[in-house]
């Protein structure tokens, strides 16, 4: 049987139709689309992800609010025994407001909405998101945010690199993120957060591939191959 996957939408989700498509394009099959409302998982999910948007219009701050949505809890118990949890963009945001990741996304530092493809470098190809990639290359995925800007005190960038817990890299300036950070792990390397959105990245007719390989990765780790 395969990867059983599920997406979450909140109210303001709208890249959650992209993220169940490139779901079911890697695995064939259809993703279980949850509502934040439910008050529990279903039983046997593998793999969560938490799309891009405005969850509760970005109010007090982007994801505090989604953080607290009652499904969250139960993804919260389901990172913590081990599931493989994804944040894209507004995905990012929710797992720093609900603690599963450290830091802040901040406004970006241009004050700009900021939508177009940019390089990253991957930096870590050791976690079950980025086995598929080289340590060291560059891939191309799209951003769009207003709130990209990653910030997190010296000491937790200091953790965050010694543990090798930086799994992509801004090629360059991109939003004002504390050096170059796109994306990082859980302590435990089965919770990813990143701003770019690698669910716009899955075919070569929408723009280029880069973006699969991160769903091919998990759903191999999950099959134990």
């Keep these: ?21 490139a779901l079911e394009k890697v695995t064939g099959a259809s993703p279980l689309r949850l509502w934040h409302g ?30 607290r949505s009652p499904l969250m809890a139960s993804v919260i118990k389901a990172a913590e025994r081990g599931v493989p949890v994804l944040g894209v963009c507004n995905g990012f945001q929710v797992l720093t407001e609900a603690k599963l990741l450290p830091g802040a996304l901040m406004r970006n530092a241009s004050q700009n909405f900021i939508c177009r493809t940019v390089p ?70 089965n919770v990813l957060g990143m701003m770019p959105h690698p669910e716009r990245a899955i075919e070569s007719d929408h723009g280029g591939e880069d973006g699969r390989r991160l769903f091919e990765s998990a759903i191999r780790a999950l099959a134990g191959a």
């Design 38 to 67: 439910d008050s529990e998982l279903p039983e046997g999910i593998d793999f969560i992800a938490l799309p891009g948007g405005f969850s509760y219009g970005d109010y007090l701050r982007s994801g505090a609010m989604a953080a």
């Design 120 to 189: 990253l470098i991957v930096e870590n190809t050791q976690s079950l998101f980025t086995g598929a990639y080289e340590a060291g290359e560059q891939v191309q995925i799209p951003v769009a945010h207003h709130d990209g800007n990653f910030f997190a005190d010296e000491d937790t960038l200091d953790r965050l690199e010694g543990e090798g817990r930086v799994a992509f890299r801004y090629a360059g300036p991109c939003n004002g993120s504390r050096r170059d950070i796109a994306g990082i792990l859980n302590q435990a390397g």
């Design 1 to 21: 049987m395969g990867a059983r996957c599920a997406v979450v939408t909140f109210p303001g989700s709208n890249c959650d139709r992209d993220m169940a498509v």
